[in-house]
């Protein structure tokens, strides 16, 4: 009688893809949720600024409050696995659920990171409504670091490495909870609150570690660079190896995190001596906050002023060089987990 084989390495091949489907079905389950199940609508104020975005996505800066929304409903949703550990999302998923991730963390990590305080809508589209930060120095009103730099005539160093060290402890909080990494490194993402303390944000572009049954990484998906090269470069390419990528960049699309969030720290400190306006000031700022980080050295231009674009974060990892190569973790590892509760709804918890 001749009988069917049937190979155990087969059949575990199969099931592990099922797992697989099912924790990515279950992450765009549970933003599909975040996205409809909204119940108030957004009060927009009348007075709102509309400022410009580079990465596309629509901000309102109202009164008292910020709202942001994607482009719109059309846009890219790209929720996709990369391999066994990893899953890709574009970058307005990536912010929708990185947040997501932040309110469920404890109260002192969330009053040091943007988040939103609530999802309304408005013309039947999701937004993200959260608290309008700004530092008042005299009778002005600074919101970010960057604007604090470019615009108070004579900048109070200690306060700048102050808020600089609150980036960098929260960075390592957020590293230890959930292998988190900040992949645009500018001063204009250091928000300012009323309080004079630093905030962490513009979240679209990190990678950080969830458990969906088991932990995975998440990351970026590549995204077109230009027009010019957006036939050109795909997900089967490589723009590492095209030299279109910083160093900070090429972090969005690794499938493992660093072993510590030390390039994004040293990044955040360049990027504010090249806009602190004077080379005494840069120095300064350089020398004082040396002891933050590890493994690069910062070596700024002999004159800041002449550095190409120094508002984007490429000219800031320009400048920063590595004293030993880039170590990595050797697991994956976080404290948030996506699971349904009693009801079956899914909701992220510690």
């Not at 709102?48 to 890219?76: D, H, L, R, W």
């Not at 999302?89 to 990185?98: A, G, P, S, V």
């Not at 530092?135 to 604007?147: A, C, D, F, M, R």
Request: net charge positive; with cysteine; proline share 4%.
């Amino acid at each position: 009688m001749v009988t069917k084989k049937i190979t155990t390495k087969k059949f575990t091949t199969k099931k592990t893809r099922k797992q697989r489907e099912t924790s990515v079905e279950k992450l765009s389950n549970y933003l599909h949720l975040l996205k409809t199940d909204i119940e108030s609508q957004c009060r927009l104020g009348k007075k709102c600024v509309i400022p410009q975005s580079q990465s596309g996505q629509k901000i309102m800066i109202c009164k008292n409050t910020v709202f942001k929304s994607p482009p719109g409903q059309n846009e890219a949703n790209r929720i996709e696995l990369t391999n066994t550990n990893t899953i890709k999302l574009d970058i307005f998923n990536m912010n929708l659920l990185i947040q997501s991730v932040i309110n469920v963390l404890s109260k002192d990590i969330q009053d040091k990171v943007e988040h939103y305080d609530k999802i309304c809508k408005f013309n039947n589209q999701y937004i993200l409504q959260s608290k309008k930060f700004g530092y008042k120095v005299g009778n002005k009103t600074y919101n970010s670091l960057e604007n604090y730099l470019l615009n108070v005539p004579d900048i109070d160093i200690d306060l700048v490495c102050k808020w600089l060290e609150q980036i960098c402890k929260i960075l390592d909080i957020l590293y230890k909870k959930i292998q988190f990494h900040h992949c645009d490194t500018k001063a204009t993402q250091i928000f300012l609150d009323k309080n004079g303390n630093a905030i962490l944000g513009d979240l679209d572009k990190v990678t950080f570690t969830l458990i969906i049954n088991k932990p995975y990484r998440i990351r970026l998906t590549h995204l077109p660079y230009t027009n010019m090269v957006q036939g050109v470069i795909s997900e089967g390419s490589i723009p590492e190896n095209l030299g279109l990528l910083s160093k900070i960049e090429i972090m969005r699309f690794e499938n493992n995190p660093r072993a510590s969030p030390d390039l994004e720290k040293a990044a955040f400190i360049a990027s504010t001596a090249l806009l602190s306006r004077t080379q005494k000031n840069a120095d300064k700022i350089i020398e004082k906050t040396k002891s933050l980080y590890k493994s690069y050295k910062i070596e700024l231009p002999s004159n800041i002023n002449q550095a190409p674009r120094p508002k984007s974060h490429k000219a800031a990892v320009r400048y920063i060089q590595e004293i030993e190569k880039p170590k990595y973790a050797t697991r994956l590892k976080s404290v948030v987990k996506l699971k349904a509760n009693k009801s079956g709804k899914l909701r992220l918890t510690i």
